[in-house]
Every structure is written in structure tokens, then in C-alpha cells.
């Protein structure tokens, strides 16, 4: 069974930075995808960047450029680092894990973004940019 832990989040001022990680356990597949969503009050669930298990990337707009996603498959951890957070930033950020049967399609792992179509996520941690 696959189960998926963050640890990272706080509060920051505008501008600063915050290391999200997640740690996944029980993940046997060769290849998958692997996400960091995240969800402001009173909003929907967004897809903020995706990699899959050839390492192939995809963000969201508003994150493009300051935020990292990364694996490290011998730590099985799911790493976001986020530089000069702004206020629209602040949410739940959770982790989420899907396996696949054949190598990673990119059409796919674009779609992740929008559809949240995992079939494992984590309990979530918070991020709060504030002044």
C-alpha cells in the first residue's frame, strides 16, 4: 500500500522560500507520476508541477520559474522547492502518486495537472506567505 507523507510547510513573508518534501513508502512500479497540489480556503484543488518517473516535468503557470519539483528515487522522496513566494501562494500542499503500466506519456502527465487523477495523496502540509 502505498502511503505519502509531507513535512516542510510554515509561514514566510513574501519573497522567501520554503523545501516541501514528501516521503513515499510502498510504491513498487516502475513507472508512475508524481504531483504537488495544492488548495487555498474557499478554493478548488490546484496541480502545481508533476514529474514522472523518467524525471519529464510540467508546472503551473503561476509557478513557473520559482518552483523545483524533484525526485530522489534512492531516498523515495518527492521534493518542491518553492523561491519568492508570493501571498497567492499560501494553501495546503499535498502530495499525490499514481503508478502506470507503460513508460510515462507526456499528454498524461500534462493532464495530471488539471484533472487530479491520483490515486494516492497525502494528509497535506500548510504554507502560509504573509507580510
Known amino acids: 500500500q502505498v502511503h505519502l507523507v509531507e513535512s516542510g510547510g510554515g509561514s514566510v513573508e513574501p519573497g522567501g522560500s520554503l523545501r516541501l518534501s514528501c516521503a513515499v513508502s510502498?510504491?513498487?512500479?516502475?513507472?508512475?507520476?508524481m504531483a504537488w497540489y495544492r488548495q487555498a480556503p474557499g478554493k478548488e484543488r490546484e496541480g502545481v508541477a508533476v514529474?514522472?518517473?523518467?524525471?519529464?516535468?510540467n508546472y503551473a503557470d503561476s509557478v513557473n520559474g520559482r518552483f523545483t519539483i524533484s525526485q530522489d528515487k534512492a531516498e523515495n522522496t518527492l521534493t518542491l522547492q518553492m523561491n519568492n513566494l508570493k501571498p497567492e501562494d499560501t494553501g495546503m500542499y499535498y502530495c499525490?502518486?499514481?503508478?502506470?503500466?507503460?513508460?510515462?506519456?507526456?499528454?498524461?502527465?500534462?493532464?495530471?495537472?488539471?484533472?487530479?487523477?491520483?490515486?494516492?495523496w497525502g494528509q497535506g502540509t500548510q504554507v502560509t506567505v504573509s507580510s
Open positions: 499525490a502518486v499514481d503508478s502506470s503500466s507503460t513508460w510515462p506519456d507526456p499528454l498524461r502527465r500534462y493532464s495530471l495537472l488539471g484533472n487530479a487523477d491520483f490515486a494516492h
Open positions: 510502498g510504491l513498487t512500479s516502475r513507472y508512475y507520476y
Open positions: 514529474i514522472d518517473s523518467g524525471g519529464s516535468t
